[in-house]
């Protein structure tokens, strides 16, 4: 399973426009992306709700996921990869919001 670890930078965390930056960026994927802090379960990170709801404040870590299941096909793991690499980019460099 690809993942990526990175560090919400927001100083309000992942909540309102921070949120809605991100959810938008994994939406435009196209994958199933998963966001989870530590011991704590994986939300959907296309549901605006459940990435708001989930208390990704600044300067926790989470771990970004894409399930092997969805892996093959036209879709290969570097990509998947790369994805999520942007993904967790973007996390970090929204320290002025």
Do not use: N
Not at 32 to 48: E, F, N, Q, W
Not at 86 to 94: I, P, T, V
Request: glycine share 8%; with cysteine; aromatic share 2%.
């Amino acid at each position: 399973m690809p993942v990526q670890k990175a560090v919400v930078k927001a100083s309000v965390g992942l909540h309102a426009r921070p949120a809605a930056v991100f959810v938008r960026a994994v939406t435009e994927t196209g994958l199933p992306v998963t966001i989870a802090k530590a011991g704590d379960p994986h939300v959907d990170a296309r549901s605006l709700l459940q990435v708001m709801t989930a208390d990704f404040h600044q300067g926790c870590e989470v771990e970004l996921s894409v399930s092997d299941a969805v892996l093959g096909g036209t879709l290969s793991r570097q990509e998947a990869e790369d994805a999520l690499r942007s993904l967790g980019e973007l996390l970090e460099s929204q320290g002025a919001s």
